[in-house]
């Protein structure tokens, strides 16, 4: 039948049974009680479950590096401005003329300033070798009022201090810029978002044309005057994989504004809402899913703040919006990264908070985007918020870093830095703590586990036992080898959990955990307290997808045992023969969500039981 895929049956007057756990992969938050293990697990801290299926290691700790103080800084930005493929970061202070960036040394470790000559009043940048000789340029929004639009800046020599600008447009009020071959004619373009006139709230955005290695652009107008709200970012991709880039806007609202790049290089615009008191300020294009097409990510700027991503279905009108969490605070931006190097993107949040010592950068694994299973990480804990953060692979280990700047009302304090997300593994407390796992009454036997400890890092376990599983109780002493559980655990408990520790005292390695093993003696079936007497017993009501029964019998006796559904469709013909004297265990799996009934004859006696699967 199709309700009945497994069945499994013990019989023995003392039933010798264990509980592994060798794989962690399925994350926590499964509290119990359980039946088995599987890869589930209640909770952790400072804990990789997911790097490596069928093995626990040590997390990765964050490093905090500070880049430079700058008292009147307005903003910070990474980029690539050094021809050596490490990002860099620009920095815009508020009484300079000139604004200055800094390179840094391989590995971020050491950061040395070049000036920018000629750059009063840049509200963004944006960089890339925009006139096709090899080294870094500068695209920038300038604000100035002598001299306001965009611009490009010509890299002059090596260093990067001497630069001369050229103007691509004139425009009242230049705001955000982003760059890419957008023709696909091989050099760069640029878009821009800009106002006309008294109003910089109704936000017109264009893109330029790169004609001859920067020395002529030509204008085109993607929406003129017409956006309700501010654009306040700007990403570009290929979302409806046609062929050509699109582009995805941020702006004061609870909306996204994107403009499909249709035919003769005309646009049709697609709002994608989200009802929210919040605006979208960042939006990302990224590929959350891994089907190859890009989604989108944001947060709302709001208390709460929602963390979204939109999948995308290829139709522009229709994304299917996904709330990853909703935190209490201010939460902004959130930026796609892969933090953990699992190959899929992950998703950071800064939370700002006016309470000191409560800031935060958050982070979320992308465990199944699909079903939108994801899990909470806190990478560190601030004094200070940052103004804002970037996410960028600082130090070139294929791994995701943040950037950030901060602006405090003493000015002496502004500064930019960034922090290392893997900078080696915690030398903090980090434990993993199993599901409750329902194991009848017994005599407890040994625990073992297999790890790789090199010198100086060590696991460990505790564990605990209860009858109640809502009151474990507390953990037992530390278990630093393999033995007996017996000076540990109450006899005849019918719960039990183990807390893993691992450590270490040297950053650069890490202890492996691969498997733990609990054994013990079933000692009686729940219910069945007397063995001259014939029972039978539900052991775990409600249970989820499997139920197990528990059948005592005084003498060998023929028996059958079947389950009905409240219809009173039999779902399966579990048990039909001569049984032995003893305590016997079966269990059924593979049942559907709903109510049902378990009937045994015998001998001359009946006995019905009544039991409920639940969704898991």
Not at 583 to 592: A, E, R
């Amino acid at each position: 039948m199709r309700y009945l895929t497994v069945l499994l049956l013990i019989s023995a007057i003392a039933f010798c049974n264990n509980g592994v756990q060798d794989d962690w992969s399925g994350g926590p938050g499964v509290p119990g009680p359980v039946s088995d293990w599987g890869n589930d697990f209640s909770s952790s801290i400072l804990i990789n479950w997911s790097y490596q299926v069928g093995s626990l290691f040590l997390d990765q700790m964050a490093s905090y590096n500070q880049i430079k103080n700058v008292s009147d800084l307005l903003w910070a930005k990474p980029c690539l401005l050094d021809n050596d493929e490490y990002p860099d970061v620009f920095v815009r202070s508020n009484s300079s003329q000139n604004a200055v960036w800094y390179v840094q040394g391989t590995g971020g470790t050491q950061w040395y300033m070049r000036a920018v000559s000629e750059t009063d009043k840049i509200e963004d940048i944006t960089t890339g070798d925009i006139d096709g000789d090899g080294d870094y340029d500068i695209f920038a929004s300038v604000g100035n009022y002598s001299s306001k639009g965009f611009f490009w800046y010509e890299r002059l020599n090596t260093l990067g201090t001497q630069w001369e600008a050229h103007l691509i447009d004139s425009e009242d009020y230049p705001d955000r810029v982003y760059s890419l071959d957008f023709d696909g004619d091989g050099d760069l373009d640029l878009i821009g978002s800009h106002s006309h006139g008294s109003s910089a709230y109704h936000t017109s955005l264009s893109w330029w044309e790169n004609q001859g290695n920067g020395e002529n652009w030509i204008a085109h107008v993607i929406t003129e005057n017409t956006m309700e709200t501010e654009i306040t970012s700007i990403d570009a991709a290929d979302f409806d994989n046609d062929g050509d880039f699109d582009i995805a806007c941020g702006s004061y609202s609870s909306e996204i504004y994107l403009f499909e790049n249709s035919v003769s290089d005309s646009w049709i615009f697609h709002g994608v809402e989200f009802e929210s008191d919040g605006n979208l300020l960042e939006v990302s294009f990224a590929d959350i899913d891994g089907d190859n097409l890009p989604d989108l990510v944001t947060s709302t700027l709001s208390n709460p703040t929602d963390v979204l991503w939109f999948r995308n279905t290829t139709t522009p009108d229709n994304w299917l919006v996904n709330e990853i969490t909703t935190i209490s605070g201010y939460a902004y931006p959130a930026m796609p990264g892969d933090v953990d190097d699992d190959g899929d993107l992950d998703v950071i949040v800064q939370m700002n908070s006016l309470v000191p010592g409560e800031s935060s950068l958050l982070w979320w694994e992308n465990v199944d985007s699909v079903s939108n299973n994801w899990i909470y990480h806190q990478i560190l804990s601030e004094e200070d918020s940052p103004w804002f953060t970037f996410a960028e692979d600082v130090n070139q280990d294929g791994k995701c870093d943040i950037v950030s700047f901060y602006r405090y009302s003493n000015p002496s304090a502004n500064k930019v830095a960034w922090w290392n997300l893997n900078s080696g593994y915690t030398t903090g407390v980090a434990q993993l703590e199993s599901s409750i796992l329902y194991v009848y009454d017994v005599d407890w036997g040994s625990i073992d586990w297999n790890a790789a400890t090199p010198d100086g890092t060590s696991v460990s376990f505790e564990v605990r036992s209860s009858d109640n599983p809502e009151d474990m109780g507390d953990w037992s002493g530390v278990i630093s080898s393999p033995g007996s559980l017996v000076p540990y655990l109450v006899s005849n408990d019918s719960y039990i959990q183990y807390r893993a520790t691992l450590s270490t005292t040297d950053s650069t390695i890490t202890p492996i955990l691969n498997n733990v093993v609990l054994t013990w003696t079933t000692t009686g079936i729940e219910g069945s307290e007397n063995s001259d007497e014939i029972s039978l017993s539900v052991l775990q009501n409600p249970s989820a997808g499997s139920i197990r029964f528990g059948v005592n019998l005084p003498s060998q006796l023929n028996v059958t045992l079947t389950v009905y559904d409240t219809a009173g469709r039999i779902v399966g013909d579990v048990l039909n023969g001569d049984y032995q004297a003893g305590n016997t265990v079966i269990q059924l799996d593979m049942l559907q969500p709903g109510n049902y009934f378990c009937r045994m004859q015998a001998g001359e006696q009946t006995f019905t039981e009544q039991f409920t699967i639940i969704r898991d």
